[in-house]
């Protein structure tokens, strides 16, 4: 089955900073890959994601990477803001058969200090 | 509109009880989903629905059963409780089985002594 490996599983960064949270995969016949943000105590939602035929898109200060041939891919948060402090999970699906199954990475806790 | 409501939001248990996590929806979604999330494991998938009628193991199913009562509810029940089930469990659903967002509900806290 998909191994989804996450890093760091922590980051601290300056307010203002740009944070990066890398990702790889392991089934290269993983197509779509979301990244949930959850704040403390509350339920995972989804912030942006992309899919394998896309390498870059952005969202105002998010942005999300995808090398298909080295099976990673990463979160670029720029200009970080006290509310981002979150903890950021990234996710991997394939498609065809068994596509109901996103595998999860084990989340990084950013820390935005003001 | 409520989206995925949870219940109980938390719940202590002793070792060997039984309990119910129920799980009902409003957005008319097909598929249905059951999370368990531990510290420094990330989101692990107990089971799923992909429709109504039909139940399937995640990655994570042992000590676990589960019923699609209807297209709105997915309950996940724990016959004979186990510390290791100590948790918060997430349902989540989404339009399909292909469809890519999951909306999550806010999460049930259990604990088993």
């Known amino acids: 089955g998909e191994n989804v490996e996450q890093h760091p599983s922590t980051l601290s960064v300056q307010e203002g900073d740009s944070a990066v949270i890398k990702c790889t995969y392991s089934d290269s016949a993983s197509n779509y890959f979301p990244w949930y943000k959850q704040e403390l105590g509350k339920r995972p939602q989804l912030i942006i994601d992309?899919?394998?035929?896309?390498g870059e898109k952005k969202d105002q200060r998010i942005a999300v990477t995808l090398n298909k041939t080295a099976k990673h891919f990463s979160l670029h948060i720029t200009e970080t803001q006290p509310e981002d402090s979150a903890v950021y999970f990234c996710?991997?699906?394939?498609?065809?058969?068994?596509?109901?199954?996103?595998?999860f990475g084990k989340g990084t806790k950013l820390s935005v200090i003001p | 509109n409520a989206g995925v409501t949870q219940t109980p939001k938390f719940q202590v248990l002793k070792t060997g009880q039984s309990m119910t996590l129920q799980c009902a929806q409003d957005?008319?979604?097909?598929?249905m989903y059951w999370y368990r999330q531990d510290p420094g494991m990330g989101l692990r998938l107990i089971y799923y629905s992909a429709s109504e009628g039909t139940t399937d193991k995640g990655e994570v199913p042992n000590g676990y059963n589960v019923s699609r009562l209807n297209k709105r509810e997915f309950s996940l029940r724990l016959e004979s409780a186990a510390p290791s089930q100590t948790s918060v469990y997430f349902c989540a659903s989404s339009a399909s089985s292909g469809a890519n967002v999951l909306t999550f509900g806010a999460g049930s806290r259990l604990t088993v002594l």
């Open positions: 957005m008319n979604h097909n598929s």
């Open positions: 996710a991997a699906r394939r498609a065809g058969a068994g596509s109901y199954q996103l595998t």
């Open positions: 992309i899919r394998s035929n896309v």
